[in-house]
């Protein structure tokens, strides 16, 4: 069965996903839109509410139906998705219907559009994959005019609608370094409110992602409308809501006032904003984005992610062969399997002051080259990693010197410093061909099997002197980071990229598609951790989530918690170490050793299962993986309030009349008494309390 369908009478497509439907039609006026999106309606279903067109509220407002890429023009006043200005300064759009097509398997809608006088075309495009709910949308302008640009003052990739409610409240991830995706749920002003990143990068700040119900939805009820732009540059999301009438929502790259010029014959595409609607909850939105980045996303879904060691928090710069073959010693021991050496190792970077961009071996702290090291990391068992920061250049460095042109600048203007660096200009092809140049040497040289790709540096002063379209670089940048990820990907089918960006600060489903994990937060402290990872999981699966256990006191906010509970907050996602292993007692590293193993016999279940976050009500939050008979439940308890401990933890997923074996301890539990009653939790007397649990039906 197609998953779209048209109807040429109404003028109205319909896309279908398996609990979900999305409709629009062409207007008298030839714009597009929206009819509806929820659940499931038939062609006919679908045509009827096509022909209930909603009245303008007064003489004052025209348009009173919602566009599906609102254009200036007419009498719109809402925010606009697409803002063009032509050569002889007729600015907004008139739309004429210029056809659409369909492609053979049914999945993908485009619908193109031209205005009635300015040779420019508009493509709205819309993907459904078949068993998703995921719609992708996203858009391309091309300036079909012989002689003149057109200037692009905004351009979206969609504009999304809630149906009518009496209330609407958005889900949106806030935060900024050491503090990412803290979930936040707030009615939608009678406003304008607008979500956003100025930097150049996805940010710490905001995730595009956002979700929408009426304010009665819960973990496991309601109905949710859910977006996520696949960007890792700037972006912004306008939310708009009227006293009266929807909420509607329009999104892409780039923030505001940014100006692109398309040259005659040019064209300009957008990422994909997809949206999501479900029926049952938070969670049930979340599982469905999930399965949709394993299955739509990324490049190696089946792959089982490494237990890893990183040498950050260990050694900061201080690093050199002996101090890593050290760590790399012990985290054998621990059943580590892959070891990647972070920040310190090239050029004068024994600070953050000096040598970013020298990406050769420091010749003090490597004599040898990274060779020997390398060399030792397989022998004991383990892969090779390595952190690169790709974008970015000290200043007190042989490349800046040698190259003062290639970073972010403008004329007559300073070049602000952060963490004493600056940014490359990526939009720049010598600078990208270089780029891709020493990372591909870099890894072909050494077999490198896993890349750390940080970027600690937000743009400023983002000019592009003596180019003629400057503001362009916010999304050539973008593209170039995702090209040249692309191209050692495609030359090096064994390597693997790790996405961050000073913690959490470049987590998209753009980055996703080209890379397997992210580092979601510089703060391992695993009570701040446990929140954060709830955030991350509104959108992102925990087999991209990666998390280390590292020291106690942790080095960000002193909290001294239990080995246990900082492996078990940890396991929630691709479990690492980051501890200065070489000053862990020998007690301590036993322990590790069998909390790796038991990460080892779960991590299938985790890394690929489905994901319900059961509880998180202050005293316990706690999330279960479920992958076929197989379940694994996470519990944490930072606190203890009185002393009491925390009621049995009702399950999801099972069956009631099913039996479930406890792996460890050999109990069993009719599944009915795990829906209804709960699974009683041993959980350690005292704080910082945890537990893992490995459940199996048995018949
Ligand atoms: C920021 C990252 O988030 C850290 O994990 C570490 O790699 C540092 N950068 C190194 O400079």
Not at 251 to 256: L, V
Not at 598 to 605: G, N
Request: with cysteine.
């Amino acid at each position: 069965m197609p998953s779209v369908l048209f109807d040429p009478d109404h003028r109205l497509w319909l896309l279908r996903g398996p609990t979900t439907a999305y409709a629009v039609r062409l207007a008298e006026d030839d714009s597009v839109r929206h009819v509806h999106w929820g659940a499931p309606l038939t062609l006919g279903q679908a045509a009827e509410l096509a022909e209930r067109i909603s009245p303008a509220a007064s003489s004052f407002e025209a348009v009173a139906d919602v566009d599906e890429l609102a254009v200036e023009g007419g009498a719109r006043f809402g925010p606009p998705s697409l803002l063009v200005r032509f050569a002889d300064g007729t600015r907004g759009v008139e739309w004429r219907y210029a056809g659409h097509d369909i492609d053979d398997d049914g999945g993908h809608l485009r619908i193109h559009l031209d205005d009635r006088h300015y040779p420019l075309r508009v493509t709205l495009n819309y993907r459904v994959h078949a068993g998703s709910d995921v719609i992708e949308r996203w858009t391309l302008v091309e300036n079909r005019d012989e002689h003149d640009p057109v200037a692009v003052l905004r351009l979206d990739s969609a504009a999304w609608a809630a149906p009518h409610r009496t209330r609407y409240r958005m889900s949106h991830l806030v935060g900024g370094w050491n503090s990412e995706f803290q979930l936040r749920r707030t009615d939608v002003p009678v406003a304008e409110t607008v979500l956003t990143s100025r930097r150049g990068m996805t940010s710490h700040h905001a995730n595009p992602w956002l979700a929408v119900d009426d304010g009665t939805a819960v973990e496991e009820h309601g109905e949710v409308w859910s977006t996520a732009l696949a960007w890792s540059g700037s972006w912004r999301v306008t939310l708009h809501r009227d006293p009266v009438g929807r909420v509607t929502w329009t999104g892409g790259f780039g923030h505001e006032g940014l100006t692109w010029s398309l040259a005659p014959g040019e064209t300009l595409e957008t990422p994909v904003f997809a949206g999501l609607y479900t029926a049952n909850g938070f969670g049930a939105a979340s599982r469905a984005w999930h399965a949709y980045v394993r299955e739509h996303v990324l490049s190696h879904p089946d792959e089982t992610h490494p237990v890893l060691y990183n040498s950050w928090e260990a050694t900061g710069f201080d690093v050199d062969e002996a101090g890593q073959m050290a760590l790399a010693a012990r985290a054998a021991r621990l059943g580590v399997e892959l070891f990647v050496m972070d920040d310190g190792w090239f050029g004068a970077r024994t600070s953050e002051r000096a040598g970013l961009g020298d990406w050769t071996p420091n010749s003090d702290r490597f004599p040898s080259g990274l060779g020997p090291l390398v060399a030792e990391v397989r022998r004991l068992g383990m892969r090779f990693g390595i952190w690169v920061e790709p974008e970015s250049v000290n200043p007190d460095s042989d490349l800046y010197r040698a190259h003062p042109d290639w970073v972010l600048h403008m004329a007559n203007r300073g070049r602000t410093e952060m963490r004493n660096q600056l940014v490359l200009n990526l939009a720049r092809p010598d600078a990208a061909e270089w780029t891709h140049a020493w990372l591909d040497r870099l890894v072909g040289e050494y077999g490198v099997d896993f890349l750390k790709w940080d970027a600690n540096r937000p743009f400023t002063e983002a000019g592009w002197p003596g180019h003629g379209d400057p503001d362009r670089l916010w999304i050539e940048h973008t593209r170039a980071v995702y090209q040249i990820m692309d191209r050692l990907r495609a030359d090096h089918p064994g390597l693997r990229i790790e996405a961050c960006a000073g913690g959490g600060g470049r987590a998209d489903l753009g980055v996703l598609a080209r890379t397997d994990q992210v580092w979601i937060s510089d703060n391992t402290d695993p009570v701040d951790r446990i929140g954060i990872q709830h955030g991350f999981s509104q959108l992102y699966p925990a087999h991209v989530m990666s998390a280390w256990v590292t020291d106690s006191p942790n080095v960000a906010t002193a909290r001294r918690t239990p080995l246990r509970f900082r492996f078990h907050v940890a396991m929630a996602g691709v479990l690492g170490i980051g501890g200065d292993l070489t000053a862990w007692t020998e007690q301590e590293l036993k322990e590790s050793a069998e909390l790796v193993a038991a990460y080892k016999r779960v991590r299938p279940v985790v890394q690929h299962g489905r994901q319900h976050r059961l509880r998180g009500d202050g005293t316990l939050t706690a999330v279960q993986y479920t992958r076929d008979d197989d379940h694994v439940v996470l519990a944490w308890c930072p606190t203890r309030a009185f002393g009491h401990d925390p009621a049995p933890l009702r399950l999801a997923a099972v069956q009631p009349e099913a039996t479930y074996l406890d792996l460890d301890t050999g109990a069993t539990y009719p599944g009915a008494v795990l829906l209804h009653s709960g699974l009683p939790l041993d959980l350690p007397p005292g704080d910082h309390a945890s537990t893992l649990v490995r459940l199996r039906k048995a018949g």
